[in-house]
Structures are given as structure tokens and as C-alpha cells.
């Protein structure tokens, strides 16, 4: 069955401009939790202070998942995994030609004594081990297996199988598996596969195919560089495609968006699963289709994931997909109206990037001449925001931008600093986004200005 490591905490911390408090490790390693993951790498507990002290909160926390400290082959390294507590040390030490001699200065042989010794010497610590070969897809075949089974003879129980520079594709990385797997001794083998040409998660899934045990993910797929398979992603792949279904997909996306506040990662809109696109439809070819049966362009259903479709109205968009939108408000037009009110859309669309519920309302007031006592389920508001004196005003707004309902963000002068445009689905929203943008570090005070009435630029 598949496994699932996440390690958010220690690759994750890896990417460029990224740190986590303690406290938010802590938020983070409570969510995986939930989630089901089977083991939270928490990082290498050499690397700092607070890295030290979060791994001990960590293991203190007695989660379900094992908990797993990176180290280097060092016996310092080593002596500080037991002592913060972790379930597991992962061991890495780099096997390809050009890393042993650029970078350690080491003969095969004499990588091989290194890692037997530092495996036997956290054994008898008391630790379960991982060996990961670094750089495991460009090193000679032979030798790695070698490598790895002096590993597992001195006492590891995994190998995590690394393709440091996601050079890998999924039929050559199957065949590298599958291989492996009939080489090693007996072990897990665990999956550590970057994204530098984008394949990492085919990869991955594809060395799953091949008898490999475990996954090696991240939330929003954080990492060096271009990062490591998804977390959201994988689950909900191998959930769909592959029906294994032990992982809890719910909190998936409220982890996701969190990670987006913290870490001031931003995902992409077309990123699958958790960007802001993923289950919305344009064309009027698509829309006309999503509003007859769903199924008809949605791979699956996004409340699994407590997601909702959204039906963008622009340019693209038909009849039935105008005519729907004003069905939601009880407005009635006539055929020749709505066909009116579609051009207009149309020629809006070309002009502006973006329509809003109070615009197609404010159109349909103009085509039937009938003023419209309704009011939007999207409201807009502009939140004036004042931040603290010793923080940088820009901090701040690279945050707001984080907010997926947050559409403009200005620096402005006067009483307040920051001014943001946002436009929400009700009232709720709009409560729980001003919420969340106090808990903004840097954020003093807040004031809200709903939006009563647009008026368009020409
Ligand atoms: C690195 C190490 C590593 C280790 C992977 C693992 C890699 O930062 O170079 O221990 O499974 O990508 O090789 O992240
Ligand atoms: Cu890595």
C-alpha cells in the first residue's frame, strides 16, 4: 500500500526565501497528521537552533506519523536526532562519480565504510535508519546497489531512492525501480523525485508501479529549486486514479492556502488540485457543457476537496451560461434581452479583464430598462489597512496578494498605508477575510468600505 512521507518541514524549508516559526511547524505537522501522512520529515536538527527545538515539540506531539530526522553522516548529526526525539534518522550521503569527487573527495570504497559506519552507529542509538544515496539516478547502477546494500546490511530499513536533479522520466525511472527492487535486499524504497523538468509526480507514480513503497512530498510542492511532487496532488491522483484511498483529502486545501499565507509561496492559478482555476470554466462550448452535467469537463467532483466550480463570464461565455448566472438572481429577460445583454458582455470582455456579478446586473438594468432590486452574492469591498511602523509595507502586500479573493493592491498615502480591492462570494467571506488579513504579521488596524455601486470606465 502506498506510503506517504511529507517533508514540508525539512525540503520544504529548502526553497528560496522560505522559514517557518516553530509554532507554524507545529500547525503544519497537526495537519499532515490529519491528513494521514505516514511519516513528517521535520528537518535536520544540525542546521539550527529552533530547527532542533521544532523536531522535539514535534516528536513531543505523539502524531500518529513517524517522525524523521535528516542528518548528513556525521556522528554530531546523528547525536542530535536522538536527542530531539525523532522516530527515524535519514541518512544522506552522495553516491554519483561527480559528487564523490567535486564535492566529498571520497573513492567509492571509502563512501561505502562511511555510510556503514554512521547507519551502524545510529542503530545502536536506537534510531530506525533511512539511507539515501544523493544524487542516486546519475550514479552507476552496480555501485549503487552495492552502496545501498551495505546500508540495509548495517541496520537501514529504507533506501530513499533520490533523483536530486529530476533528470529522471517515468519509463526510464520504472525500469530503474523495478531493477532496484530486485537487487536490494529486503527494504522499503522510498521516492525522492524533483520537478526540474516537471515530471516529478509521473515519475514517482510510476516508480510506485514498479514495487516502490513510499512517496516523498511537500505542501505546494515546495523544494529546491523547481521542488518535489505536490502533497495535495498525490493524494488526490493516487485517490482517483489508482483508488487508494487512504489519505483524508478535506483538509488538503485549507493546508495549501496556509502554506500560501506563511510561507509567501504563491501558487500559480492553473496549478492542479489547490490553484485558484482548477475546477473554473470559460468557453461557452465548456460552460454551456459544465451546466448540463458537470462530468462533462470536470475529472471529478472538486467538493471532495470542499472546492466549488465557478463559471466565468466574459467573452467566452454563451447564452445558457448568462442566462444561468441571471437565473441565480430572479431576473427574467426575453430571449431578444439576452441576447442583448451577451453582446454586451461580449464587448465588456474585450475590453476589461474581469466581470463581476454587480456589472452584469448593472448590463441587464440597462438592456430592459427595469431597474433590478436585487443585491450581488459577490461583494466587493476595499480594505484600508494601516501596518505596524517597524514593519515594511511591501511584507505586507506580498501577503495580501496571497489572498485569492484579493483582486488589486495599492500602496497609498494618508491615514492608512495599504489599500486592497477584494470582491467575495457574501458577507461571511468577506468577515473571514478581514479575519485573516489581521492575522497578518505587521497589520495594525483594518477598515472596510463596501463597494455599493460601480460605476465602469468607459
Ligand atoms: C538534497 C538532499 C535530498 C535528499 C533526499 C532524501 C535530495 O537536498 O540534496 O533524503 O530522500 O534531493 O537528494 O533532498
Ligand atoms: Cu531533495
Sequence with gaps: MLEILDTT??????????????DEKIHIAKMLDQIGVDMIEAGDPSVSPNIF?????????????????????????????????ADRVAIFYATSKIHLDAKLHKTEEQAIAIIQEHVSYARSKGLKVRYTPEDAT??????????????????????????TLGIMQPHVFYDRVKSLRERLLPC?????????????????????????????????????????????????????????????????????SYLEKISGFFLAPNKPITGQNAFSHKSGVHTNGILKDPRTYEPFDPAILGRERKIIIDKYTGKSAVQSRLDEYGIKVSDAELEVIVNRIKNMGDQRKQLFDTDIIEIAEQVTGREMDVIPHDISAMIMLE????????????????????????????????????????????NNLIEEIRTVQGVKRTETRMVLKKYLSK
Design 188 to 256: 522499503k524504497i522510498d521516492l525522492h523525485c524533483h520537478d526540474d523538468y516537471g515530471l516529478a509526480l509521473a515519475n514517482a507514480m510510476s516508480g510506485i508501479r514498479a514495487g516502490a513503497d513510499c512517496i516523498h512530498t511537500t505542501v505546494n510542492g515546495l523544494g529546491e529549486r523547481t521542488g518535489i511532487p505536490d502533497l495535495a496532488e498525490t493524494v488526490v491522483a493516487f485517490h482517483n486514479l489508482e483508488r487508494a484511498e487512504k489519505y483524508n483529502i478535506q483538509p488538503l486545501m485549507e493546508l495549501s
Design 138 to 163: 546519475r550514479t552507476d547502477f552496480e555501485f549503487l546497489v552495492r552502496v545501498c546494500n551495505a546500508a540495509i546490511e548495517a541496520g537501514a530499513d529504507r533506501i530513499s531512492f533520490a533523483d
Design 53 to 85: 527545538k521544532a523536531i522535539e515539540r514535534i516528536s513531543a506531539l505523539n502524531l500518529n506519523a513517524e517522525i524523521v530526522a535528516h542528518s548528513i553522516a556525521s556522528r554530531a548529526g546523528i547525536d542530535k536526532a536522538k536527542a530531539c526525539g
Design 387 to 430: 501596518v505596524e511602523s517597524h514593519v515594511y509595507t511591501t511584507s505586507v502586500v506580498r501577503r495580501l496578494r496571497g489572498f485569492e479573493n484579493v483582486s488589486q493592491v495599492y500602496e497609498v498615502t494618508g491615514d492608512y498605508d495599504i489599500s486592497a480591492f477584494a470582491n467575495v462570494e457574501n458577507m461571511s467571506a468577506l
Design 9 to 22: 518541514l525539512r525540503e520544504g524549508e529548502q526553497t528560496p526565501y522560505v522559514n517557518f516559526t516553530i
